[in-house]
């Protein structure tokens, strides 16, 4: 091969944007290709080794054992590091596409399942979970010989469970169990089970919950230092960051916020989260509050949208997510394009915390119900937990002790 390595990896980028993917998608790939050429150079390599390859895919197996790192980001970083390795071998990218088997239920079954979900799942985003959880459930009862739902026992459900404990972890199982909780219900409030299993379907599961890390005040600021504010879509991303990093609001909240929800006079944001649909109200400091009228008076779009902030091509409609936004502004600053817009709300929720206000009340900030998800906030105060650390000067340990 008569290419460098980084020659390489910029023209599998090109061959990646020619199928068509999203700027997020080339983006990750870039960030893999770039950090397999630096391991390469670091070990004084300038063609690809496929040893080096396979050691970086392993580095990457080990952070997942250790926590460190999703199994959704491992399997993108991995296939970035498969799509370089063909590339090396064929200058060409075949595009796979996985797709499961289609799961094909009984009449019988068919029926109950899409009963089930129209008459007792509301929300749109849960419609997807549900049917899943249902379908699998209903497909492993039919693979045990289970033709109808009266045969279904206490032992049926207990052995479905173990089955799954065996694949799945701690917060897929639980998932499992609370959409079977809920489908039991059902089945026997409209009578065809004679038992709602409440009891057998409500023990304990033990989830390990990861510490995600929230984005270092210095990598916002970076973010928002490198934005120019001069221009219109300048000014609706920095007061979109602010508002995500200052009142820690969430993506979606960001997204729908109306005129009718900032009351300028009293200085308040009122709005319905639209995760939680619950009621919020939250004190509009100073800096976001002039970056948000500076956008309306002078890089908002004519529009009769509620929305606040749109789109800057026509249609001049509201934003769908603000994450790919804040990917490309990390880019442009430099930085990880990894940092997701999450990491802004726990930025905020981490410098309340290091400011010494009460979870209680960083719960009540966050619209969070759950005061143990704030807790999550607590560990990443890293300047308090050095405060709290013993300090051993002058006791020292004696001859033979470790």
Request: hydrophobic fraction near 35%; charge should be positive; include cysteine.
């Amino acid at each position: 091969m008569t290419n460098t390595l980084r020659t390489l990896a910029a023209e599998a980028e090109a061959a990646i944007q020619t199928l068509g993917h999203k700027q997020s998608t080339l983006a990750h790939y870039r960030y893999t290709f770039n950090r397999i050429v630096k391991i390469h150079e670091q070990q004084g390599k300038h063609e690809l080794d496929v040893c080096v390859v396979n050691e970086y895919v392993k580095s990457l197996e080990a952070r997942v054992l250790r926590n460190e790192l999703s199994r959704r980001i491992y399997r993108t970083k991995k296939r970035a590091a498969e799509v370089l390795t063909e590339f090396n071998e064929k200058h060409k990218i075949e595009w796979r596409h996985h797709t499961a088997p289609k799961i094909v239920l009984t009449h019988y079954y068919n029926s109950i399942r899409d009963q089930y979900l129209s008459q007792t799942i509301k929300k749109p985003r849960c419609l997807d979970v549900a049917k899943s959880c249902v379908t699998r459930y209903f497909s492993w009862l039919m693979s045990q010989g289970y033709e109808t739902l009266p045969e279904v026992n206490a032992a049926t459900i207990q052995e479905y469970m173990v089955a799954c404990s065996q694949t799945l972890n701690g917060r897929a199982l639980s998932n499992i169990q609370y959409n079977l909780k809920k489908l039991h219900q059902y089945l026997h409030s409209v009578g065809l089970v004679d038992n709602n299993y409440s009891k057998l379907l409500s023990f304990p599961i033990s989830i390990n919950r990861k510490i995600k890390p929230a984005i270092p005040q210095e990598e916002i600021a970076c973010t928002l230092g490198a934005i120019d504010r001069a221009t219109p879509t300048g000014k609706r991303d920095y007061a979109i960051i602010m508002m995500a990093s200052v009142m820690g609001l969430r993506n979606g909240d960001i997204t729908n916020i109306r005129f009718s929800e900032i009351d300028w006079r009293n200085g308040e944001i009122r709005l319905t989260q639209s995760k939680t649909e619950k009621s919020l109200a939250l004190p509009l400091t100073t800096d976001v509050g002039e970056a948000i009228k500076d956008y309306i008076i002078n890089g908002r779009p004519e529009s009769d949208c509620p929305e606040i902030f749109l789109r800057a091509l026509a249609p001049h409609k509201a934003l769908n997510s603000i994450g790919s936004l804040h990917q490309r502004r990390r880019i442009k600053a430099g930085l990880n394009p990894r940092g997701g817009t999450h990491g802004l709300r726990r930025a905020a929720g981490v410098n309340m915390a290091i400011q010494g206000v009460p979870v209680t009340t960083i719960a009540q900030i966050l619209g969070q119900s759950d005061i143990n998800v704030t807790k999550q906030y607590i560990p990443l105060d890293i300047r308090h937990l050095k405060e709290c650390a013993l300090d051993f000067h002058g006791i020292a340990p004696k001859r033979g002790e470790r």
